[in-house]
């Protein structure tokens, strides 16, 4: 769990970023939100707000009368309504006339398209439900997800929710043994997963992988097999289905069966490389609510005109929530891309916003500095003037990379929208909103209306300025409602460390402003020589070089100064420079203290498949430890490498 370095003066605030970025008005005369009126309106009665929004954003079977049932640390939401997220998500368009706008513009990694209304996709939903049933599954049980970014991994979803069935995605670069995990503690009926999809120019098989799953999980009873990969597979009599042949049988209609509000809506397991993975409840009503309202106001979404567009995957929350459940529930328009960013070109994300007249773009920091590594030339062949809004999740943006993201993909018009929030957290929690906040590079601003936060020191009291612990300190409708089979493990996780608080696992800073900093989960905060420095901060000193064009920090045990900082450096391509130069650098950045005691140039870094890097086991290289399982990384030669060069570079003293 969380690390507590020595030291009261809570996290060292080095770096001084002084940039402002007030929203441009062209964006302003058109936003939703031109003024704090709803940030107070949050404050003066957070439950209140959330109840407006829950009725005026969502339909419901019956309205619900009861708003919040706190008991810590479990909320219930709205939990006398009832409502079906798949109604909300599709029929109502539907029903209020808009069958025939575009649901998803999908595009395939080849440059196969299908254009999916929201009549079709009504149609398609209420077949697969009806599949589901047939093939067994009831409300209450549990359906597994394993799919290429396809639209029927949208319809597999919104299809277990038109039926009351809990939904749990696994990301397809999971291994087999990651699914059977997930499988077998989630005790799923059926598997939805495809022959297999394409990602780099190649066909990367899915079903022979789920067959391997499948071997060992007893609960399984149906695997539905969409085709996509055209790749060979085989198909077990009796147990497996084609998803095309299941179709065509299917009736039709399937109408939607009102939920509970805290009916289950799906498990998300948070992957790791070591324990057992932990599986995130959400449940129907207030998960809606929260990402609906989000969606909303934080992407300030005009549904007639804005073409969204979200680059993660399905498998991982920010899919779920940003991609699924907020855009779908607003009637959004959105692109939806199977392949990676570097197929058959560098500028392939570009060339897709151009076409598509993509308005809102989200995507995560990992990915920009990899676009900052490609070059400017790439999105400058395309015409991106369509965008009007940028957002970056997943880990915090150093102010470089939003510099860049800003001035080369936004043409410096675009308000940047740099949004905290975890899996745990169902939604954004922590965000500007692009008309009202007047952004700093790096920061994430503020909490959204209807949610608390605090930084707080080591003994649970809140600080006014300077860094700590981020603890969200009101219960809020997307909120984790446990975690599946295991009460104590979500009380210990969330609970425990500061009483009364949700304690989420981030160090934090509050500027002068009152501006907060997110720097990085706790377990990466350095200490060296009794001064806590966050690693992000480190890394953004040295990406901020020109040669540089991604950084991983990490804190290795050092006898004289508790820890000492090891930099992993990958430099842009033809770009040179020294060592020394570099800790040089960082001492003029940010100061002599946290200059990293070695740094080791690399070509690539460790990350695991969603695109974080391991700093976990970047530690057990800098520290000599044998590494084990490193199959979540999306490269594991990359580690070798580094295990080689270890052994070799002598560290400085
Ligand atoms: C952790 C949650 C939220 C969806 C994707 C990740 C880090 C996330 C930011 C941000 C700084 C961020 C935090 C958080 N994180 N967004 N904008 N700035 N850090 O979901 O896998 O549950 O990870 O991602 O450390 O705790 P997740």
């Known amino acids: 769990m969380a690390s507590t370095p020595g030291g009261s003066g809570g996290i060292d605030a080095l770096a001084v970023e002084a940039r402002r970025f007030p929203p441009p008005a062209a964006f302003v005369r058109e936003a939703l939100v031109r003024d704090a009126s709803l940030h107070e309106e949050g404050r003066r009665d957070p439950v209140a707000y959330w109840a407006r929004h829950a009725r005026e954003l969502l339909d419901w079977s019956t309205p619900f009368t009861r708003t919040l049932e706190w008991e810590a640390p479990f909320a219930r939401w709205f939990s006398d309504g009832r409502l079906n997220a798949s109604y909300n998500c599709v029929d109502r368009h539907v029903l209020a006339g808009r069958g025939d706008r575009v649901a998803i513009h999908w595009e395939g990694e080849p440059g196969d398209v299908r254009t999916v209304t929201y009549a079709e996709l009504h149609a398609d939903v209420q077949r697969f ?10 409300k209450g049980d549990r359906v597994n997800v394993y799919l290429p970014m396809i639209p029927e991994a949208v319809v597999a979803m919104l299809a277990c929710a038109r039926i009351g069935a809990a939904h749990s995605v696994v990301f397809g670069g999971f291994s087999a043994q990651a699914l059977a995990d997930r499988i077998n503690d989630a005790r799923a009926k059926v598997l939805v ?9 190649e066909v990367f098989p899915l079903k022979p992988q789920a067959d391997v799953a499948v071997a060992s999980t007893p609960t399984i009873e149906h695997v539905v097999v969409v085709r996509r990969g055209g790749n060979p597979v085989e198909m077990t009599p009796g147990r497996d289905v084609w998803w095309h042949e299941a179709m065509a049988d299917a009736p039709a209609e399937c109408p939607a069966e009102p939920m509970e509000a805290e009916h289950l809506l799906f498990l998300l397991y948070t992957s790791g490389t070591t324990g057992k993975p932990k599986g995130i409840m959400h449940t129907t009503g207030g998960y809606l609510a929260h990402v609906a309202t989000t969606f909303r106001y934080v992407f300030d979404h005009h549904p007639d005109r804005d073409v969204y567009w979200c680059t993660a995957d399905v498998g991982w929350v920010t899919g779920h929530s940003y991609i699924v459940y907020g855009p779908l529930a607003n009637g959004a328009t959105q692109v939806i891309y199977e392949g990676v960013p570097n197929h058959p070109g560098n500028d392939r994300l570009w060339s897709l916003v151009a076409k598509y007249g993509v308005t809102i773009f989200y995507t995560a920091p990992t990915a920009i500095r990899t676009f900052m590594k490609w070059g400017t030339q790439e999105p400058a062949k395309h015409d991106l003037s369509s965008l009007r809004l940028i957002g970056s999740v997943g880990e915090p943006i150093n102010p470089e990379a939003w510099i860049w993201y800003h001035e080369h ?30 952004t700093k590079p790096g920061s994430a601003t503020h909490p959204v209306p209807g949610v608390g936060a605090e930084v707080v020191d080591e003994s649970g009291t809140p600080v006014a300025r300077g860094g700590g612990y981020l603890t969200l300190t009101t219960p809020w409708p997307g909120m984790l409602r446990g975690v599946w089979g295991d009460e104590q493990r979500y009380r210990d996780t969330y609970w425990s460390r500061f009483p009364g608080r949700y304690f989420a696992g981030d160090g934090a800073k509050l500027d002068d402003d009152g501006y907060l900093w997110l720097l990085g989960r706790v377990d990466d905060v350095m200490n060296v020589s009794g001064h806590r420095i966050s690693t992000t901060e480190v890394e953004s000193a040295l990406v901020s070089h020109p040669a540089v064009a991604e950084a991983a920090v990490v804190g290795a045990n050092d006898a004289t100064t508790g820890q000492a900082i090891i930099a992993y450096v990958t430099l842009r391509g033809g770009q040179r420079v020294g060592e020394a130069d570099l800790r040089a650098h960082v001492a003029t950045e940010i100061g002599a203290i946290a200059k990293p005691k070695t740094i080791y140039f690399t070509p690539d870094l460790p990350k695991t498949r969603s695109g974080k890097i391991m700093r976990r086991l970047l530690r057990d290289v800098a520290e000599g430890r044998n590494l084990g399982d490193t199959t979540t990384l999306a490269d594991a030669s990359v ?11 002598p560290a400085e003293d």
């Open 639 to 649: 580690v070798d490498e580094l295990q080689r060069r270890a052994h070799e570079t």
């Open 129 to 138: 439900a009806n599949v589901l049933l047939r093939l067994g599954v009831r």
């Open 193 to 201: 997963t495809a022959d297999g999809g394409w990602r780099r120019g």
């Open 409 to 438: 993909i936004g043409g410096g018009r675009c308000p940047v929208v740099d949004t905290w929030w975890q899996t745990e957290t169902g939604g954004i929690m922590i965000s500007p909103l692009p008309g009202a906040t007047v």
